[in-house]
Every structure is written in structure tokens, then in C-alpha cells.
């Protein structure tokens, strides 16, 4: 057998195109984590495939470098399952010291249900020990709720948050929070003044939602996802389009597309949802010249996000889309051809782009060559799920940013273009950040 021989790229993408297939493997473990909602199968591939690279690859990631992507995908991408997916690979990794995996799951944990979640991750395949740096860290983001968060997922599930205090051995900081905990033990701790307690103890679903409102203890992620039952239970819309113009609590957590799926559920509001939008839109960057926007618009862009949801990745893409800023944009959308789309913001430019063209095959090579050919530009961003028929060609500016919002395990946006993962305004704001520090 002969070593000494030249080896060539034969990485293809789903599509047969040619891909880039010599990732690290903390990149190929970005481009399968950030754009992925956990065990949620895609156009290509099935959710457990997906699981089950992201635990394979996790294994020859750096602890450190593991243990900095779950921070991200939870608090940058808004991500809940994949960053405890990602936890338990760093507390099994041998390398990883003990303190490393502490501060990973107390820094990454950030809703009181996922510290049980976290332990059904880990114990997805059968029980067994917990390390000691993993139980600290578990104990150490317990104590940071307080009385309200933790009754508010004190729910009745196979793991119990006094399951997790029992596990953990947690000490509390004070009298106070003994007492709290206490309560919990004892099944006596009071449930939080929230939308679903008022309707599960069989509250009047418009008096509750009103009240909830006015008293501004309506999450906004809560408020969007909940106006179909607004309006059928009969809510003053008047008050309800105040509350989604005011874009209080949490609404700098909300990812973009949620916006449409709120539109689709109460068409009605859409104006408001609209107005919201664009608001959200004016707290991003402007980026500086001309900006072309190319969105993928094939078949496979038309996989739904997750099996519950009506909303697709190309809704997600779309809503990337519509919410660039920049001093002149040009915005195209590629699939068996190109078409150029008006530069709409917020919900026009999420039809726009939707309806550009047939949603057929992924030419993305073909798509880049004649812009190149045709349009000077001084950045150019593509939205795709990367599964492109003929590859991919070099940028013509060297600020040439791919956006990644999907998970398969081969992709083509590298070499000369810079790679992201995820569909979170967040890549936005890093590609003005990057630019403004010339990386």
C-alpha cells in the first residue's frame, strides 16, 4: 500500500455538487449546531442523524471550545436543546476538567427547566453517574433562581427540580432561599401568576390574557405565539396591538421568523407585527456601500423548521433577508435560476423573496456568476441550506459572508467566503462587527 499519493476533494453535497470537505471539527460541529432545533429532522437528513454527528464530532472538539459553543448557541442563536446536547458531550470528555464542565453548564443553563432538561439529555440512553464537575454546575445554576422561575417549571415530568436539588446536593445561599427550597421539596411552593397556570386552573382565557397584558407579565415570545388565542377568545385587539408595538419583555430574544408565524397565526395584526418588525430591524447595523442579499429558494429550503411548526427554513431565510440594513442593497433569490427581488424590509420583503421564482433545484454557482458578472458590489451575503447542484464560485469582494441554516454534514461556503451558522439576527450584527474590525 502506497501513502504517498495525492488525494483529492470527493466530498458532494445532498445535491451531488462539489463541497468543501475538509472541515475541522469544531467547524463541521458549528455548521450542525447552529442551525439545528435537536432531534428535529431536516429535508436531508433525520434528526437523529444529526444528534448523533453532533456527538460524534463534539468528541474531538477542545473542552474549552466545546464548552464556549453551548454558551453561544443558547444565549447568541436562542437555541434550547442542542447547547445540553453539547454539555453532556463536554462532562464525558475525559480531557475536560472538572471545573471547565462547572462553569459550562452554569453559564449555559439559563431557564429553570433545563436543569431537568439537561439530565434527560444525559440519561437519554439509560441512567448512570454524574460527574462531579457536571453535578456543581447544576447546583450552581440552580441556586440562581428564584421563587417565581422555579414555580413556574416546577411541572410533573419524569425529572423533578427536586430531583435535580436531591441529585446535586445544593446548598442554599440563605435562610431565604433554604425556606424557598424547602417548599419545593414539600410540594407547597406557590405556582407564578403566568398565562398557562391561568388556563390550566380553567381561568377566563380573555380575562387572563388582558390582565396579563396590563400588568406587563406577558412574555413577548408569549404574546406572539399566542394571538390566534387572543382573538378567538375575544381579547380587545386594540390592547393587544399596543402590546406587540411596545416590544417589551424579551423582545431582543425573539428570532425573526417569529414574527411571521405570528403574522400567519392573526393575519389581522399583521400591520402591527410589521411595524414591530421594522423596529426590531432599526437596532441592527447599517452596513456600509452596496450590499447584495441572494436567498436560496429551492425545494429543500421548503422543510418545515420543526415538526410542529408551519414556518420553513426559507421562511427563516427570508427573514434574514428582510432585515438587512444597509446604505444600497440588492436583493436576489436563486433556485433553478436568478431573480432579482425589490429590497423590501419586514413582511414585504418576506413575500418578495418567497415568491420570486418556482422553488425548484439549487444553482447557486450559476446564480453567483452572473452577479458577479453584472453588479459591483462591496459585500455580498447568501442565505442557503448550501446543498447546491454546481458548488460554488469565488466572491468578487472579499467581504463574502455564507449564512448556514441548515445542518447537513457537507457545505460549500468556504475558501474565500467567510462561514456562518444559524438564522439569529445575530449574524448580522457579527458581520458588522467583523468588518468594523477588519478580520
Known sequence: ?????????????????PAFGHLKPLDQLRRSVLSCLLWEGEFYEDGIAIADRITETAKEVDPLELSALAFEARTQFNLRHVPLLLLCALAEKRAALPHVVTEAVASTVQRADELTELLAVYWRNGKKPLPAGFKKGLAKAFARFDAYQLGKYNR??????????????????????????????????????????GLSAGLDKKETFERLMAEGNLGYLALLRNLRNMEQAGCDLGKVRDAILARRNGAQRVLPFRYIAAARACPQLEPAIDVALHDAIAELPVLRGTTVVLVDVSGSMECALSGKSDLSRMDAAAALASIVSGETLRVFSFSSGLAEVPPRRGMAGVDAVKRSQTHGSTFLKAALEKINATVKYDRIIVVTDEQSHDGICDPTSRHAYLINVASAKHGVGYGKWRHIDGFSESVLRYIAKAEDADL
Do not use: C, Y
Open 1 to 17: 500500500m502506497r501513502l504517498n499519493v495525492r488525494h483529492t476533494n470527493t466530498a458532494v453535497t445532498h445535491e451531488g455538487g
Open 156 to 197: 410533573d415530568g419524569a425529572i423533578k427540580l427536586r430531583d435535580v436539588l436531591f441529585l446535586t446536593h445544593a446548598k442554599p445561599k440563605d435562610e431565604e432561599q433554604a425556606a424557598l427550597w424547602k417548599k419545593l421539596v414539600e410540594g407547597t411552593l406557590e405556582s407564578p401568576d403566568t398565562w398557562e397556570v
